[in-house]
Every structure is written in structure tokens, then in C-alpha cells.
């Protein structure tokens, strides 16, 4: 079966400014995935999430749970990563509690830049390796991760690759390193940008692009234009519109030329996003509905 191009890697991050839909586009993507037959892990960063309103199961914890078979949901909780990365470096359960309850530990994870976020991207990391059976193949072929606004997730992802430069030595390093390096493979992992086509998401989004492209951290796999708005009319009507004479006072006339307009501006922004980043978008249309499909 062929794939989408957006599908050929196995991590993916979604971003955009907030109220963009990129939570949504998320879970698109994940049940796009999921019906191409893919076996597929959301992963929630927020613990105010929506996952489970767009695709129902269970309330997501710290453990993947099946929301249908091929497709989990797992919510990230910074505080259980760090515990269980500390599993990984102390073998008594006893230190290990008395470490995390001490409060001059809190301050230092506390005072730690990007400690919380690296902590993070191990565990997706470590997701991103799980294997299954004596066949040994992966747990997962795809990991839709729904990210922070971009205005955060820009230190989210380069956290990894910073602390690799900044730390020589010891298990911290040695962690940074391989997240590092699972994130700059592009045939691995990419950030899918999620906007819409109007002109504040559009600047932000080509300045998130270039973000990343300084960073070095991740590849773009994509950039999504949500909720594009639709074109109702053929050149036709929207002339017979524009040449109405009764300056818009019948409500339905006033509609027709706001949607024409709208449509228009759009348009308008859609081109200057493809022009500035040389990309050709994937566009989503706007759709009314009760439920995702």
C-alpha cells in the first residue's frame, strides 16, 4: 500500500501558534495514519489535552492506553519522566524517593534550563525504540506527538542538542546525545507545522520555520494550512456580487460578497506563505461538524 509522503517518518511533532487547530490536526493525522494501517502512539504534552473528546477510550495516563487496536494515546507527565529516568540511574527505590522529596533537588531541577523538556523527549525517545515479539519490530511505526505552541516548542526541541554541547560526559550526556540524533535524522523524525491562512499565523509560522532551520534540531516535514476558508462561487457569481447596486443591504448579498472576500484574503495569504518558504502546503478545509473524521 503506498504511503503519504507525511507517513515515511516514524516521530513526528506537531506545532503551531495557538488556535490554529493544531491539536486537531494532530489527531488527523494519527487516524490518517491509523486507516492506512499503521500501528500509531498519540502523545499529549499538556495535562488539559483533548485527546481522549476527538478520539474517545479511556482518560490517557502515564501508559499508552488503546483507544482502538493500532491506535494508543499516552499523556507525558515531566515529573513521572524524571522518576522514571532516575529508575534508569539509581537501583534502590528508597534513594530514589528521597532524592525526589528532597526540596534542594526541586530547586536544582527547577533552576535547570530545559531539564523538564529533555526529560520529555527521552521518554518519547525511549517510545521510539520500544520493540515487540521475538521478531523484535517496533512497538510503533508512527508517534504523533502534539506539541507546544510554537512558541514554546522551539526550546522543546533544540533542548535536546543543547545539552549534548553543554554536557560532556555521564548519563545525561549520553541521553541528550542519542535524542539529539533521533531528532536531526530526517528520515526519522519532523515537525509539522500547523497554520492557518491569515496573516499573524502566516508571519508566525515563517518565523517558527526559521527557527528550527537555525536550530538545526528537527527537519520540517510539512506545513499545514487548517480550516482553509471555502470558495462558494465560480467567477460568474462572484462578478454577478460584485455588481449588485444595492450597496449590500440585503442580508443574503452582504454574505455572499463576505465570503468572497474572505476566500480572497485567504488566497492571498496562502501564496505568500508558499512564496516565503518555497513549500507546497497541505490544505485542510474548513468543516462544521460534530465529531472528527
Not at 550526556?173 to 523524525?189: F, I, N, Q, Y
Not at 452582504?254 to 518555497?278: C, I, S
Request: proline share 6%; charged share 30%; hydrophobic share 45%.
Amino acid at each position: 500500500m503506498a504511503m503519504h509522503p507525511i507517513l515515511d517518518r516514524r516521530l513526528l511533532f506537531v506545532s503551531g501558534k495557538g488556535g490554529v487547530g493544531k491539536t486537531v490536526t494532530a489527531a488527523t493525522v494519527a487516524l490518517f495514519a491509523f486507516r492506512k494501517r499503521r500501528r500509531v502512539l498519540v502523545v499529549e504534552l499538556s495535562a488539559y489535552g483533548r485527546m481522549r473528546d476527538l478520539l474517545g477510550g479511556p482518560e490517557p495516563g502515564a501508559e499508552p492506553v488503546e483507544v482502538m487496536p493500532r491506535l494508543e494515546i499516552l499523556r507525558v507527565d515531566p515529573r513521572r519522566a524524571l522518576e522514571e529516568f532516575l529508575d534508569g540511574l539509581l537501583r534502590f527505590r528508597a534513594l530514589r524517593r528521597r532524592l525526589l522529596a528532597s526540596s534542594s533537588f526541586s530547586i536544582l531541577t527547577a533552576a535547570a534550563p530545559g531539564i523538564e523538556e529533555f526529560l520529555v523527549l527521552s521518554k518519547i525517545a525511549a517510545l521510539e525504540r520500544a520493540k515487540l515479539g521475538v521478531r523484535r519490530r517496533p512497538r510503533y511505526d508512527l508517534i504523533v506527538v502534539d506539541a507546544p505552541a510554537t512558541g514554546h516548542s522551539l526550546p522543546l526541541l533544540s533542548t535536546a542538542r543543547t545539552l549534548a554541547e553543554m554536557v560532556a560526559m555521564g548519563p545525561i550526556a549520553e541521553t541528550a546525545g542519542e535524542v539529539a540524533t533521533l531528532l536531526a535524522d530526517p528520515r526519522r523524525s519532523a515537525a509539522l507545522i500547523v497554520t492557518l491562512a491569515e496573516e499573524m499565523a502566516v508571519n508566525e509560522t515563517i518565523e517558527i520555520v526559521a527557527g528550527l532551520g537555525e536550530s538545526r534540531s528537527i527537519a520540517i516535514g510539512g506545513v499545514i494550512v487548517n480550516a482553509m476558508w471555502p470558495d462558494r462561487f465560480d467567477v460568474e457569481e462572484r462578478r454577478w456580487l460584485s455588481e449588485r447596486s444595492d450597496d449590500g443591504a440585503e442580508p443574503l448579498i452582504a454574505l455572499g460578497r463576505y465570503h468572497v472576500e474572505r476566500r480572497r484574503r485567504a488566497e492571498q495569504q496562502l501564496e505568500r506563505l508558499r512564496l516565503a518558504l518555497d513549500v507546497d502546503p497541505i490544505v485542510l478545509p474548513l468543516l462544521v461538524g460534530p465529531a472528527l473524521d
